[in-house]
């Protein structure tokens, strides 16, 4: 069980163009979902924190008009990144938790590559 | 905010030998502690995890014990195997008490190389 779908796995686009991630909870209602940027050989950096039918929370320094999420349903989160330009290239993660419930099940991941 | 420190950030260990993996945290409020395996390019997999009223918790080769008063947590694999080789991460999290979700604060992560 708590199995969290991520998509796409790999994306590889132009400058300038907006690209949306997907997150499912397959097997569980998420009322939590967190997105997390991970640049190579380091840590996972918390990007913004996302509650069912709420706005999100981003963390100091993140753009929230850049990384736009939206959290519509207990089993769906989206990011999109607005205008992705390089330096948006990294790997974003998606976790997802229950109500009130540790611990946070993570997704695949997505590599984005901005040229 | 929380911050978490994590050593050492690499590690080698021959098969058969034990690996430990320490953390420090900030927060006295912090109150759950997981460790997350990662493989390269794969999504951080739970191995276990410790809350603030337990001291020790192990499962087959792989222990946690927490010390409060320290403020530190490690991680103990006994008997490693190559299929250990990876990237171990520990995070704490603070208990918000408003009805929202606490937030998990990653350490730095270690790469543990386990060779024949």
């Known amino acids: 069980g708590a199995v969290v779908s991520q998509h796409p796995s790999w994306v590889i686009c132009k400058s300038g163009t907006s690209v949306k991630i997907e997150c499912r909870s397959l097997d569980f209602q998420a009322t939590t979902m967190f997105w997390y940027r991970q640049f190579p050989k380091q840590s996972l950096m918390l990007m913004a924190t996302s509650n069912e039918g709420s706005k999100a929370t981003y963390e100091q320094g993140v753009e929230k008009d850049k990384f736009l999420i939206n959290h519509a349903s207990l089993t769906l989160s989206t990011l999109t990144v607005t205008s992705a330009h390089p330096e948006d290239s990294s790997f974003y993660i998606c976790s997802a938790r229950g109500p009130y419930r540790e611990p946070q099940h993570f997704g695949d991941g997505t590599r984005l590559s901005i040229l | 905010g929380e911050n978490v420190e994590q050593h050492p950030s690499t590690l080698s260990v021959q098969e058969g030998d034990s690996a430990v993996i320490k953390c420090t945290y900030s927060d006295s409020a912090s109150n759950y502690f997981p460790w997350y395996k990662q493989e390269l390019g794969k999504r951080p997999q739970l191995i276990i995890d410790?809350?603030?009223?337990?001291g020790e918790k192990k499962d087959q080769r792989i222990a946690v014990t927490l010390n409060k008063t320290a403020k530190h947590f490690s991680l103990h694999i006994t008997e490693t195997q190559p299929e250990d080789s990876a990237v171990y991460f520990c995070?704490?999290?603070?208990?918000?008490?408003?009805?929202?979700?606490?937030?998990?604060?990653f350490g730095t992560g270690t790469r543990l190389q386990v060779t024949l």
């Open positions: 410790i809350r603030s009223n337990v």
């Open positions: 995070a704490a999290s603070i208990p918000t008490g408003t009805g929202t979700a606490s937030k998990l604060t």
